[in-house]
C-alpha cells in the first residue's frame, strides 16, 4: 500500500493550462486517479467543474476535507451520466431512460438562449467519443450548429456514432442544407434559437420544411409556439413533426418557485421558465399536457399522438421495441379518457 499526505484529484474537465497552474502552486504534492489503493484514507483537495452541489456529494463520498469548484459547463454533467443511468433502470414496471440528448456545447453563441456563453465550445469529435465511452452508448442524440468552425467535419464524424441535431444556430438555408447533406437529421425544438422562416431567407426552418430527411422537433406549450404555426408545421411536415417538452427541472413545481440551469436562476410564473431578463429558459410542460395543447389547437388526435410516440422512437431507431402498440413490443401504454384525462399507465 502506498502512503502520502495529501491527494489532489484533477477533473478531466480542466484544461492542460488549468492543470499546470494547479500543479505550480502545490510543491510536492503527486497526482493519482483513485483512492482504493492508498490506506491510510488521506486528506482529499478536489478541483472540478461540477455544480456545487455535486462536486459537494463527490467530495464526501470520497473523504474529501475540502473542494474547490471551477464554472459548471455541460461537459461535466456527462462525467455523470454513467452514475445516473444505473439507478434510471430499478424495475420492468418504471419508467426508462432511452438516451440522453446533449443540447450543447457544441452551438453558435448568437443563438445561445438561455445557455451561458463561457459554456459554448468548438465541435469536438473526441469530446462526443469520451462522452458516448463513459455513458456507455447513453448519448443518442448530439447537438451542434453546423455553421460553427469544423462544424461540417464534426457532423459527417458524429453520424457515425449517434444521431445529430441542428440546434442553438446562425446557419442560413444553404448551410442547414448541406449539414442535412452531411448526416444531420434531426432539427432541435424547431423555430426556437435558429432564424425564422422568412420568403427571401428561408434559414433553418425553410431548409427542414424543405428536407424530408430530417425530423423536427416542437415544444407544444403554447408559449414557444403560437398555435398557428404549429397548426402549419404540423401539415407541412406531416410524420415528421416531433413533440418535445423542453421541460427542466422546474416541471412540476408550484408557481413562483425558482430552479437552475446550467449555473443560472430560472423563475417559475403563469407556467413560463425564464432567466431573470425573460429569456424562456425550457419549459414546464410534459407531453401529455402538450398532446392535449395540439388537439385543442386544431391537430387531429391521431396525428398529436404518433408525433408524442412513434415518430420520436423512428427518428432514432427504436420503433421495433417502443412507440406504438403491437405484438412484441414493450407494452409501454397511457390509458386515457374521451376527455384525453389520464386513466392508467402501464410499463
Known amino acids: 500500500m502506498r502512503k502520502m499526505e495529501t491527494l489532489l484529484l ?12 494547479i500543479l505550480s502552486t502545490m510543491d510536492g504534492v503527486e497526482v493519482l486517479a483513485a483512492l482504493g489503493e492508498l490506506t491510510p484514507r488521506p486528506k482529499v483537495l478536489v478541483v472540478s467543474q461540477f455544480s456545487s452541489g455535486n462536486v459537494a456529494n463527490l467530495a464526501a463520498a470520497g473523504g474529501a476535507d475540502y473542494f474547490m469548484l471551477k464554472p459548471c459547463k455541460p461537459t461535466s454533467v456527462c462525467e ?6 444505473a439507478p434510471a433502470f430499478p424495475a420492468e414496471d418504471a419508467a426508462r431512460v432511452g438516451g440522453v440528448n446533449m443540447e450543447g456545447p457544441f452551438i453558435a453563441e448568437g443563438r445561445k438562449g438561455a445557455q451561458l456563453a463561457e459554456h459554448i465550445l468548438p465541435p469536438d469529435i473526441g469530446l462526443l467519443r469520451h462522452w458516448r465511452e463513459i455513458s456507455g452508448g447513453l448519448v443518442k442524440l448530439i447537438d451542434v450548429a453546423p455553421e460553427q468552425p ?8 458524429a453520424r457515425e456514432l449517434c444521431h445529430v441535431s441542428i440546434a442553438h444556430t446562425v446557419a442560413d438555408y444553404d448551410q442547414a442544407k448541406a449539414a442535412f447533406d452531411a448526416g444531420i437529421d434531426h432539427a432541435t425544438h ?8 422568412h420568403h427571401r431567407e428561408p434559414g433553418v426552418v425553410g431548409a427542414v420544411f424543405d428536407d424530408d430527411r430530417v425530423y423536427a422537433e416542437m415544444i407544444c406549450d403554447g408559449l414557444h409556439l403560437h398555435p398557428a404555426v404549429l397548426r402549419t408545421a404540423f401539415r407541412l411536415l406531416g410524420d415528421r413533426a416531433m413533440v418535445i417538452s423542453d421541460c427542466m427541472r422546474a416541471g412540476g413545481m408550484p408557481e413562483g418557485e425558482t430552479a437552475e440551469l446550467g449555473g443560472q436562476t430560472v423563475y417559475v410564473k403563469n407556467g413560463r421558465a425564464t432567466l ?8 414546464v410542460t410534459n407531453l401529455l399536457d402538450e398532446v392535449r395543447n395540439l388537439v385543442r389547437f386544431g391537430i387531429p388526435l391521431e396525428q398529436a399522438v404518433k408525433a408524442a410516440s412513434y415518430t420520436p422512437a423512428r427518428s432514432l431507431g427504436l420503433e421495433k421495441d417502443i412507440g406504438s402498440i403491437a405484438p412484441g413490443k414493450r407494452a409501454d401504454l397511457l390509458v386515457l379518457d374521451d376527455e384525453l384525462q389520464l386513466m392508467g399507465v402501464y410499463h
Do not use: Y
Not at 10 to 21: D, G, H, N, Y
Not at 190 to 197: E, P, R, W, Y
Not at 277 to 283: F, K, M, N, R, V
Open 10 to 21: 484533477l477533473s478531466p474537465e480542466l484544461s492542460v493550462e488549468q492543470r499546470e497552474t
Open 80 to 85: 455523470r451520466i454513467r452514475q445516473m443511468a
Open 150 to 157: 469544423g462544424g461540417m467535419a464534426f457532423v459527417k464524424a
Open 190 to 197: 424547431l423555430f426556437n434559437a435558429m432564424a425564422g422562416l
Open 276 to 283: 431573470a431578463d425573460g429569456t424562456l429558459a425550457g419549459s
